[in-house]
């Protein structure tokens, strides 16, 4: 089983859109999928339809009250299960942890030991980080293989990618991988080309980016992944090929594109809220 975090310190760079897109990808590859959304805004709980399906249940779970597998729920969509958000949940569970589990979170073995209980099941699993950094983050990043990092093409966007990295490279307890890619690319501004040209030159930085399309920005709108939708969709050819990067970065050859049986998705159940989430912003 191999854990992907998707994760930036800052919002609005299309976190939740890689992760459901991602997913949709492995799974219309055969791939059996594992979302876990540790955003407590969930948007990628939303776009499955099981939002909030385990408020008040992630400190029972990290606190060894109920099992993993009480909080994964089948998504309406081929080989994905998901770990729905929980709203309420945050660092402040661990104050009234037995010294066990505090000791399991601080030395960032908590979310490692938790996903041990499932790593025969699941080919990949995806987690959905929030942004900012919390000590959750530093324990989710000690049980991946890959921290993959969604960054905008800008000059705050790049400033602050480059001070992530350089600072996750100095944590001693992680053994992920740490890759970069460009997402909502607007190629013809001059300045998403010169940061797409000076990416070469980064090492943790993938080629491979995925440029700015209105059928990913409304994915949340109309809950139907790039995936879900026309077979001939410009999109999905780049987060075939991202993903396709990936893999030749992380030597996963058996995950390549197109290795196994290719499988065709079932359409997402189609429901609507009075507040809709966009894509692209979460």
């Not at 290795?259 to 692209?280: H, Y």
Request: a negative charge; proline letters at 3%; aromatic letters at 10%.
């Amino acid at each position: 089983m191999k854990v992907i975090a998707i994760y930036n310190i800052k919002g609005g760079v299309g976190k939740t859109t890689t992760t459901i897109n991602l997913a949709c990808l492995l799974a219309k590859m055969n791939l059996s999928v594992l979302v876990w959304d540790l955003d407590s805004q969930g948007g990628t709980s939303y776009f499955f339809n099981k939002e909030h399906q385990n408020n008040n249940n992630l400190g029972k779970l990290f606190g060894n009250y109920i099992s993993i597998y009480d909080v994964i729920k089948p998504a309406d969509t081929y080989h994905i299960d998901i770990i729905s958000n929980d709203a309420n949940f945050s660092d402040q569970f661990i104050s009234s942890a037995s010294p066990l589990i505090r000791l399991e979170f601080l030395s960032n073995e908590l979310v490692k030991n938790v996903l041990s209980k499932v790593s025969d099941d699941y080919d990949v699993v995806l987690v959905d980080c929030p942004p900012g950094r919390f000590t959750m983050h530093d324990n989710v990043f000690c049980s991946t293989d890959l921290l993959l990092i969604p960054n905008i093409p800008a000059p705050l966007s790049v400033y602050c990618n480059d001070m992530l990295v350089t600072g996750l490279q100095k944590l001693k307890s992680t053994k992920a991988k740490i890759f970069s890619f460009f997402n909502m690319v607007q190629i013809q501004k001059k300045l998403h080309k010169m940061y797409l040209s000076n990416a070469i030159e980064d090492v943790n930085q993938l080629k491979n980016y995925v440029p700015f399309f209105s059928e990913i920005e409304t994915i949340s709108h109309n809950k139907s992944s790039i995936f879900h939708q026309l077979k001939d969709s410009k999109a999905m050819v780049y987060y075939e090929n991202l993903w396709d990067e990936i893999c030749e970065k992380m030597d996963w050859d058996i995950f390549r594109i197109y290795s196994g049986k290719v499988v065709e998705l079932k359409p997402i159940a189609n429901t609507f809220a009075d507040t809709m989430l966009i894509g692209q912003t979460v």
